[in-house]
């Protein structure tokens, strides 16, 4: 499968945007999907996952309340749609897919087999 990522961009605190992340080769419903980012100096951190089959969401504490993962099965899509953005949510975004018979945690990056090309997330104070 190959993902694309797109919709960062430059955004004021307090402002919002969606990440989207499309799949092709495969579809999405043979994978689990996550969002991770990673920014200046820090390593690659989790942020949010979604189970493609059953809908079911996890969330980095960090993002809890302001970040919203979904999926849009015709477009074989999924969204991150960011609210309340603080400067500590500036990053590189990567969009990553595992194999859905993983059981377990899906926050781990170890887990994520593919990967989009991340977007930038730059969020001014």
């Known amino acids: 499968v190959q993902l694309q990522a797109s919709g960062g961009g430059l955004v004021q605190t307090g402002g919002s945007l969606r990440l989207s992340c499309a799949a092709s080769?495969?579809?999405?419903?043979?994978?689990?999907a996550g969002w991770f980012r990673q920014a200046p100096g820090k390593e690659r951190e989790f942020v949010a996952a979604?189970?493609?089959?059953?809908?079911?969401?996890l969330y980095a504490d960090s993002v809890k309340g302001r970040f919203t993962i979904s999926r849009d099965r015709a477009k074989n899509t999924v969204h991150l749609q960011m609210n309340s953005l603080k400067p500590d949510d500036m990053a590189v975004y990567y969009c990553?897919?595992?194999?859905?018979?993983?059981?377990?945690?899906?926050?781990?990056?170890?887990?994520?087999?593919?990967w989009g090309q991340g977007t930038l997330v730059t969020v001014s104070s």
């Open positions: 979604i189970r493609w089959m059953t809908g079911s969401t």
């Open positions: 990553a897919a595992r194999p859905r018979w993983l059981v377990g945690g899906m926050n781990k990056a170890n887990d994520y087999e593919f």
């Open positions: 080769g495969d579809t999405f419903g043979n994978y689990g």
